[in-house]
């Protein structure tokens, strides 16, 4: 089994910063492509970002091009994403995946693990 824990959400106000982490750890046999989906009320879960098993490629919901940024740390079995600029439609909660197989993690990629989300709301 592999776990992944999300940190970093929170209250933030238009404009602000914020970056969330997800760390991977189990059987996650070596790195894996990973990638971050949302939720917010109402709505269908939907990507957002993604990355390859080695951190060259990335993928974005169109929404969020040049605002958010996907990375990663191999080291430390660790996804990132770096949101800036927030907006109030940002407002979510914001989940890690896993693809078990597979090179890279696009916006068609079935997940095979899902972490348990972390709340992100911007508001003034």
């Known amino acids: 089994q592999v776990q992944l824990i999300e940190s970093g959400g929170g209250l933030v106000q238009p404009g602000d910063s914020l970056r969330l982490s997800c760390a991977a750890s189990g059987r996650t046999l070596g790195t894996n492509a990973m990638g971050w989906f949302r939720q917010a009320p109402g709505k269908e879960r939907e990507f957002v970002a993604g990355?390859?098993?080695?951190?060259?490629?990335?993928n974005y919901l169109d929404s969020v091009k040049g605002r958010f940024t996907v990375s990663r740390d191999i080291t430390k079995n660790t996804v990132y994403l770096r949101m800036n600029s927030v907006k109030p439609e940002d407002t979510a909660v914001y989940y890690c995946?896993?693809?078990?197989?597979?090179?890279?993690?696009?916006?068609?990629?079935?997940?095979?693990?899902w972490g348990q989300g972390t709340q992100v709301t911007v508001s003034s």
């Open positions: 995946a896993l693809r078990t197989l597979g090179l890279d993690f696009t916006s068609t990629s079935k997940p095979d693990f």
């Open positions: 990355i390859s098993r080695t951190g060259g490629k990335t």
